[in-house]
Each structure stands twice: as C-alpha cells, then as structure tokens.
C-alpha cells in the first residue's frame, strides 16, 4: 500500500511541477495543513471516547451492560465465554454510538475467542464491524463539521440504510457459507467412518 501512495504521490508532484509550479508548494503545504488538522480532530474524538469507556468501565456500567447481552451475546456467537460476551458487547455498544473506540474491546472479544477455539465468533464480529451499522454516526459527523460543513448530520439516514444493508446482507451470506461448510464437512466425515 505504501508503493501505492508514494507512486500516486510522485506522479501528482511530476504533474502538478509541470502544469503550475508555482502552486506545488502551496498545495504540499495545504495537504499537510489538512492532514494535520484531521489527525487532530480523530484525536480529539478517540479520547473523549477511550475516556468514557474507561469511566464506564471503571463504574461497572460495561459489566451491567455486558450481563443484561450476555444470553443474546452467547446466542449469536455460540459461545460460553464471559469475558468475551463483555467485550463483544461494549464493541458493539460503541459502534452504535458511533464512539470510534471499539478496537480494544474488539481484540479482547477475539483473544478470549482464541483461547475458546471459537472462529465462528471471530469471523462474524469481524463482519459486524466491518459492515459499521451506527445510529450515532458521531465520528463522521464531528469530522464533517471540523471540516466546515453546513449540514454535518445531513449523513445520519444515508450511512444507517447502508450500513445496516450491508450488515444484513454480509451476516446472511456468511451464516449461510458456514452452514453449507459444516455440511460438506460432515458429509466428509460420514463418508470417511463408511470407508474404514
């Protein structure tokens, strides 16, 4: 990925230095003013965000939450592991909410998951997150008026449609590949005991 962008980079630069070179370094710097200023925007947000969770889960507040999920948490991701069904549910309590601080709570869920042997789980917390369902979409939103929008929330039904969309369709597609996996496998086992 790196080659990638350093070769979008350099032909920009070759371009730019042969159409108007008086602008190249007005640009370079205003691309880097524009970096910076988003960097620290996204800073801003993963602290207030990291900061909550850690209030909330100092206050206990991710553990009731966790307990009142945990049977539908065990449900979904057929597992009997706790610790992983209160990391799992604050992961997707954070999504919805748009906090952009789910990550750790998300590499927990999947390390408890390693110990348990469960991939199921692991692949479809995954999915979960990479689909991005949010009611709150918080992050796009600060990001969009740091950016000066008129209309930041204007993205709040677009980005739920979507996303909840493709959380449907991408789940559906992978329950039903693992239960087509789990019969070919089972077919393979049945077939392997008649042979011997």
């Given at each position: 990925m790196n080659a990638v962008f350093a070769a979008v980079f350099i032909a920009s630069a070759a371009l730019l230095m042969f159409a108007a070179p008086d602008k190249f370094l007005t640009a370079?710097?205003?691309g880097a003013r524009s970096a910076a200023t988003a960097a620290l925007t996204l800073f801003c947000i993963y602290a207030v965000w990291m900061g909550l969770a850690a209030v909330a889960e100092a206050g206990g507040i991710t553990r009731g939450v966790a307990r009142r999920f945990a049977p539908l948490c065990k449900k979904i991701f057929k597992t009997r592991s706790d610790e992983a069904c209160e990391a799992a549910a604050m992961n997707l309590a954070c999504d919805l909410l748009g906090a952009g601080a789910s990550t750790p709570f998300a590499v927990k869920a999947v390390a408890a998951w390693e110990k348990e042997g469960n991939f199921y789980a692991q692949k479809l917390l995954f999915i979960i997150n990479a689909a991005?369902?949010?009611l709150i979409p918080a992050t796009v939103t600060a990001l969009r008026a740091g950016a000066g929008s008129?209309?930041?929330a204007d993205i709040f039904l677009p980005s739920?449609?979507?996303s909840a969309l493709s959380l449907?369709?991408?789940?559906?597609?992978f329950i039903?590949?693992?239960r087509i996996?789990?019969?070919?496998?089972?077919?393979k086992r049945a077939a392997f005991r008649w042979h011997f």
């Open positions: 370079l710097m205003g991005g369902l949010q008129a209309a930041a739920l449609i979507c449907a369709l991408s789940a559906a597609l039903s590949s693992e996996r789990q019969k070919i496998s089972e077919r």
